[in-house]
């Protein structure tokens, strides 16, 4: 996992899509949490993942944004 999260990335992406995947998470009890996912698409047309976040509970802006 640590070797994914400081691989190196592409200067230019195209295309970047954020979205929200909803999963049940086991931390003392069983919640439904987001899990944010950024995508990419490469200039060569492959498909990145660029890095998953698991979120607090909520999937609106002022959860995911600096503040």
């Not at 640590?2 to 295309?15: E, M």
């Not at 987001?34 to 060569?44: D, F, G, H, I, Q």
Request: hydrophobic residues 45%; aromatic residues 8%; glycine residues 8%.
């Amino acid at each position: 996992m640590t070797a994914w999260q400081s691989r190196p990335l592409d200067a230019v992406h195209p295309v970047a899509f954020i979205d929200a995947i909803h999963v049940k998470i086991r931390d003392g009890a069983v919640a439904n949490r987001p899990v944010y996912v950024a995508l990419a698409v490469t200039t060569e047309g492959r498909r990145e993942i660029l890095g998953l976040w698991a979120g607090d509970g909520s999937e609106g802006a002022k959860h995911w944004l600096p503040p």
